[in-house]
């Protein structure tokens, strides 16, 4: 196995502080030096940062303390936030947010990028101030970095982490897509609907005009009703669980905070003794329904309750969603959807007084309208929003296996418990 070293990072690469040249002169300002300060580095996405927001120009760069540095550098915020990293795609300076690290010849840039990702948590507890946290020059350069002795190893493994970067990329990217197309859908699908007959989108009212009518909700297809939500669906407050209910093992009790986008989060839950669903027999939560958090930092975030395998209770601030006329009437995957969907919730939410928390509750949803189609309409929506949701799961727990795989990755090859083959192709680049 070849040699491996712990090296502080002042005799990995120079430490390099940053300036700012005045704001006040613009002949300083609108260069073409890129300017990298932690927001830059904030919305960088992968290992290179290619652009700046702002640059100065040779004459700022000159009047301040300022430094360029070469291209292939490492930059990290080094005041609060800490932690953003970033390769220089091209030669750039920063303000005194960041710190630059020129690499000495004997190492790999993209190696180094790796190591501040992996050790940034032991990084930012260097971060010290009364206002705000920063880690100085002189803290910096005494970090340490395990690395293997020859260059071409590092190389090596920086590669094959690189790999599986791009293979993140890519699902994130797929990610984003699919949550463009989600967020088109539930515009389509609950202003046009879908032709029963076709199982397609209607035509726009402007090319088809004859298939809609008017409303108070505006143009709606013709099939469509506009219905108060209170006299179609009840709102139903779980229990009030006081301190004195819970116990630390028992039945789950899903309170606000529990009501995450994807489904009920039971992770961090509360719970109640078992034996008592017959005394709270009326919240029980079961697979298929329809909750909302209705008060807190999580206000108006709903799921679809999925996966569930024994009893789960529902607290008082969550609200549970139940069509009045239980057959055929209102699908609850539809009602899930119509809740996202945002026109019926901003409806609420601008008749509401928040002040100092928000809170909503029954008499809020009582004479807001939505937009009814048929009950054969309302399921073929819900099927196709169900279908992009269904890629959706697929690619985040894609991007969630992908994420542990890089994290052992790292954790073996930055430490050299794990030796890589060292190609030719490396040896000789």
């Known amino acids: 196995m070849n040699k491996w070293l712990e090296t502080e990072l002042k005799k990995i690469g120079n430490v390099v502080s940053g300036g700012t040249p005045s704001t006040s002169n613009s002949a300083y300002w609108n260069g073409n030096i890129l300017f ?64 630059s690290v020129v690499p000495y010849s004997h190492f790999d840039s993209l190696y180094l990028y790796y190591c501040f990702n992996f050790f940034v948590e032991r990084i930012k507890k260097l971060g010290a101030g009364s206002t705000f946290a920063e880690i ?11 690395h293997p002795e020859e260059k071409n190893e590092q190389q090596q493994i920086a590669k094959i982490i690189y790999t599986s970067d791009v293979v993140i990329e890519k699902t994130q990217a797929a990610i984003s897509k699919y949550k463009a197309i989600k967020q088109g859908m539930l515009q389509d699908l609950f202003t046009r ?38 006299k179609e669906v009840d709102l139903i407050h779980g229990h009030q669980f006081r301190n004195y209910d819970f116990t630390e093992f028992g039945i789950p009790v899903v309170k606000i905070g529990q009501v995450k986008p994807e489904n009920i989060d039971l992770s961090n839950c509360s719970f109640v003794d078992f034996g008592r669903e017959e005394e709270f027999k009326n919240e029980i939560i079961r697979n298929g329904d329809v909750l909302m958090a209705l008060t807190g930092a999580t206000l108006g975030k709903a799921c679809l309750v999925k996966g569930l395998n024994g009893f789960v209770f529902q ?75 269904k890629k959706l799961d697929s690619e985040q727990s894609y991007l969630l296996k992908l994420q542990q795989i890089k994290h052992g990755l790292m954790s073996d090859l930055l430490s050299g418990k794990k030796e890589v083959i060292i190609k030719e192709e490396v040896q000789n680049g």
């Open 36 to 99: 990298v300060t932690p927001y830059d580095l904030s919305r960088n996405e992968t290992p290179y940062l290619h652009n700046t927001e702002r640059k100065i120009t040779k004459q700022g760069l000159e009047n301040s303390s300022a430094t360029i540095v070469p291209v292939g550098s490492i930059v990290i915020s080094s005041r609060a936030p800490i932690g953003y990293i970033a390769i220089g795609k091209n030669e750039f300076t920063t303000n005194q947010g960041c710190k």
């Open 136 to 146: 100085s020059k002189s803290d910096l350069e005494l970090v340490k970095f395990p």
């Open 193 to 230: 609907g879908i032709d029963i007959h076709t199982g397609k989108l209607r035509p726009k009212y402007k090319d088809a005009p004859e298939l809609y009518k008017e409303s108070k909700l505006g143009m709606i297809p013709k099939e469509w009703h506009v219905k108060d939500f209170g």
């Open 315 to 389: 607290n008082y601030r969550v609200g549970r969603f139940e069509p009045i006329i239980k057959e055929k009437d209102i699908d609850k995957v539809f009602l899930y959807y119509l809740l996202i969907a945002g026109e019926l919730l901003s409806q609420i939410f601008n008749k509401v007084n928040f002040g100092a928390q928000g809170n909503i509750g029954k008499a809020d949803f009582e004479k807001a309208t939505f937009k009814k189609p048929l009950y054969q309409e309302q399921k073929i929506i819900a099927e196709k929003l169900i279908a992009i949701d």
